[in-house]
């Protein structure tokens, strides 16, 4: 017989498996931000003495979460994002240049946002991609849901600049790096009842050295009283858009931060600051030798710091060396999933050393690697490209070979870095990889110039192919050409983005692929103001840019097949038919 006893002993029994299923289904596991900085150096934050600058926001990252002591990326963007999202060395994922394709991430490549994605994560990146524009190789054909910036290296225009949103152009809206902010804030706003995986590349301080006034007021004229070890090398406008730049940034950080403790997710939010190479600039840099493009510790040593109330005690320090290719493992680690990739990784968990573990870190050399220069670092020593060996502990500045005083330590950084050549690095091929069209049927495919070839009289707009555009298509031998293999047979539209004066209305322009041809008339002039100049703190080697706009060629059909695309003019009535920003192809469904 049941008593009134045995009866609320049942209920509160039944209470208690309630509340355990409600506490089951909370997800406990830690939300992620990784925001990356784009030619921030080392020494370009206060928290590493920098009295030039001040970055409370970034900063407060190391007073209330972890510092690195010794971080490590590669010399130059693309490498260094590529490392990242994989925990593999750059060499193994097939990037090999920053623009033109060889920034593209080999397909075999499993990403750490598909390997959060998998585990249920929202993700979501806003900014600087950096490794691969067209499907297979878009962010979000590599584990992002959403997706807003740009996939370029470099970027010609910072204020209200013509952008992408999940494949479609879009216009920005403001300073480049505020927007990107504000739309980091409206993912995490999103999905505040859920986990989520957030990547926020800006890309600044890459030149073009722009900022909005209220940033540059402060640095204006000044004479900083930081300088680079060589200070007669320093350009003065340059370094103070910089800093201005960087208290940007660390002003967009602070708004990420004030949000995660405005939703109350500050507490079981991972947020990860670093940057992708050294200064693009000879500012100071902690008297360390080497900018961007440099194997030497100045192009490689990088800020990172990691907070995570939940775990991490306040003012940790990691004394070990590590890497951007620690970050997709130890992330992992730290949420408690498991890594999707089905090959080894480079990079270890570090998870011990943020959260006060026992794990031992294994003693390890980090290899840094760009246009065939080598340089090998272990804890205390790095050994250059030129076979010279420095005790980083004591000539942090790289000023004294030390090798003939340390024999041993010299034969064996030395033989690891051949054999870290003979194998990690002769992965990496210079492949002809065409650019795929409508790739699984992804409806839009977009060809800027910076992936094309211009033939004849064709120049671009900058050296760099990065965000230029193509001009003087003015004779019947001038041609662009993209190398594509359309991965879709079926009906397409075709686009291109132009400018053209009015003396020059009337040329036709021809596309064509094999045997199909499509061609249209210009009727329509469209000659706007190159524009950037007006906001330049500083010189820059970007492209200027101009508003392009949409013209359809028409319909046509094309097979399955790897070509030459090109496009030309076939009658060209006034000096030259149109400049060129973009060719789009749109996949149409069949009616």
Request: aromatic letters at 8%; hydrophobic letters at 35%.
């Amino acid at each position: 017989m049941r008593t009134p006893h045995t009866r609320e002993l049942r209920n509160a029994f039944v209470a208690c498996l309630l509340l355990q299923t409600i506490v089951g289904a909370a997800d406990p596991r830690p939300n992620v931000v990784v925001i990356l900085a784009d030619d921030q150096g080392w020494g370009d934050l206060s928290v590493h003495g920098n009295t030039n600058l001040s970055t409370p926001g970034i900063d407060s990252l190391a007073r209330d979460g972890a510092i690195f002591d010794r971080f490590y990326v590669c010399p130059v963007c693309s490498p260094t994002r590529a490392e990242f999202l994989t925990g593999r060395y750059h060499t193994r994922g097939g990037v090999y240049s920053t623009s033109a394709g060889g920034e593209r991430l080999d397909l075999d490549e499993k990403t750490i946002a598909q390997t959060f994605k998998a585990a249920g994560y929202a993700t979501g990146a806003f900014g600087k991609w950096h490794n691969g524009l067209q499907h297979p190789y878009h962010p979000n054909a590599r584990g992002f849901d959403e997706f807003y910036g740009f996939c370029s290296g470099h970027w010609g225009h910072y204020f209200s600049p013509q952008l992408e949103h999940n494949g479609e152009l879009v216009r920005g809206k403001g300073f480049i790096i505020d927007d990107l902010t504000d739309h980091a804030l409206a993912f995490i706003e999103q999905n505040r009842d859920t986990s989520f995986f957030c990547y926020l590349p800006y890309n600044t301080p890459h030149s073009p050295m722009q900022v909005p006034d209220r940033f540059y007021e402060k640095f204006d004229g000044i004479m900083p009283g930081m300088r680079n070890r060589d200070p007669k090398r320093e350009n003065l406008s340059h370094l103070r858009a910089a800093l201005a730049m960087c208290e940007n940034i660390d002003w967009n950080v602070g708004r990420v931060l004030s949000k995660l403790d405005e939703l109350k997710l500050a507490d079981n939010t991972i947020v990860v600051y670093f940057s992708d190479n050294g200064p693009n600039g000879v500012r100071w840099n902690g008297d360390m030798k080497g900018r961007k493009g440099s194997t030497d510790e100045g192009g490689v040593r990088v800020p990172c710091l990691v907070r995570w109330p939940a775990q991490i005690k306040p003012g940790t320090k990691v004394a070990e060396i590590a890497a951007a290719i620690d970050l997709l493992p130890t992330l992992a680690d730290m949420a408690g999933i498991p890594v999707t990739s089905d090959k080894p990784l480079d990079g270890v968990s570090v998870k011990s050393r943020l959260v006060g573990g026992n794990d031992a870190i294994p003693d390890r050399m980090i290899f840094n690697f760009w246009g065939g220069r080598l340089s090998v670092r272990n804890q205390r020593f790095r050994l250059d490209n030129n076979g010279k060996l420095y005790d980083m502990m004591a000539d942090p500045g790289q000023r004294s070979d030390v090798s003939k005083q340390h024999p041993d330590v010299t034969r064996r950084m030395s033989e690891a870095g051949r054999q870290w050549r003979d194998t990690v690095a002769r992965e990496l091929t210079r492949d002809r990889r065409p650019f795929p069209v409508a790739f699984a049927g992804a409806r839009v495919t977009h060809l800027p110039a910076r992936d094309g070839v211009g033939h004849g009289n064709v120049k671009r707009s900058s050296r760099h192919p990065n965000c230029s555009f193509f001009t003087n298509l003015a004779g019947p031998d001038d041609t662009i050409t993209w190398n594509v293999d359309v991965c879709t047979a079926g009906r397409y539209k075709a686009t291109v983005w132009y400018t053209c004066a009015e003396p020059n209305l009337g040329a036709t322009v021809e596309l064509s692929l094999g045997d199909e041809r499509i061609s249209t008339k210009v009727t329509e002039a469209h000659d706007p103001p190159l524009v950037g100049t007006e906001q330049d703190r500083s010189g820059r080697s970007e492209s200027l840019v101009k508003d392009f706009r949409p013209m359809d060629l028409g319909e046509w059909r094309l097979p399955r097949a790897t070509g030459t695309l090109t496009l030309r003019a076939t009658d060209i009535p006034g000096k030259q038919a149109i400049d060129v920003r973009y060719v789009v192809l749109t996949l149409l469904p069949e009616t």
